[in-house]
């Protein structure tokens, strides 16, 4: 990853690959890689995907396996305060606007939605992610069956602006999304619209280490 984020000029978000913890599990972790193919900065998972779904796994336990992250990242670069968050994550929005407190102006979100939960409820959490923190949205999802066809990922990787608008999709399939960066549309969106100011309640704060059994 290092190496094609310096040959090809980019700043390169790589996730999830899989770093071994103290207690014999893996963080889900993703990589912030410059235009150098240097580790600007990383993020491990904080909400994992212990839940019920009607598909050919029906059952995903990645507390078994996996370790959550203990803190939020969100990095400068060139083009913006870029936070990081995977997957799950999304379905949390206490994350998403303790980013934005933190001066997240674009947040990447690598993700494998399963079929299910993703035609269902994949593209309203981008745009209300979005629209409540006024950032642009950077999803890349995984699409696919998976397993022998146990497991079937949803796809539709989009670019999502800061007024909740889609500015690009792929539905399924490899290849790439893009769109332009309007950072002076979003200083105004956030200008004429200062949720971030008129918001009443306490700033989000992350719960003690969760502690395996």
């Not at 990645?62 to 995977?86: M, N, Q, W, Y």
């Not at 397993?147 to 539905?171: F, H, L």
């Not at 790439?176 to 704060?205: G, H, Y």
């Amino acid at each position: 990853m290092s190496q094609l984020a310096a040959k090809y000029d980019i700043y390169l978000v790589a996730g999830t690959i899989p770093i071994r913890s103290e207690d014999g599990r893996v963080y889900s972790r993703t990589y912030l890689f410059d235009n150098l193919g240097d580790v600007l900065g990383d993020y491990d998972k904080l909400h994992l995907f212990d839940v019920d779904v009607s598909d050919g796994t029906k059952e995903y336990r990645e507390s078994d396996t996996f370790c959550p992250g203990e803190r939020i990242s969100v990095i400068d670069t060139p083009f913006g305060k870029l936070g990081l968050a995977i997957c799950y994550d999304l379905r949390f929005p206490d994350l998403f606007r303790a980013m934005r407190l933190a001066g997240a102006e674009l947040i990447a979100l690598p993700s494998a939605f399963t079929k299910v939960t993703g035609a269902a409820h994949w593209q309203p959490l981008i745009q209300a992610r979005a629209i409540e923190t006024q950032c642009y949205i950077l999803a890349a999802a995984q699409s696919g069956q998976h397993n022998q066809g146990s497991r079937e990922t949803w796809g539709q990787s989009m670019i999502v602006d800061s007024w909740g608008r889609v500015q690009a999709q792929k539905m399924d399939g490899c290849g790439w999304v893009q769109t332009k960066l309007d950072k002076s549309e979003q200083v105004e969106i956030r200008q004429q619209m200062p949720v971030s100011v008129n918001n009443r309640f306490s700033a989000p704060e992350l719960r003690h280490k969760v502690v395996s059994a």
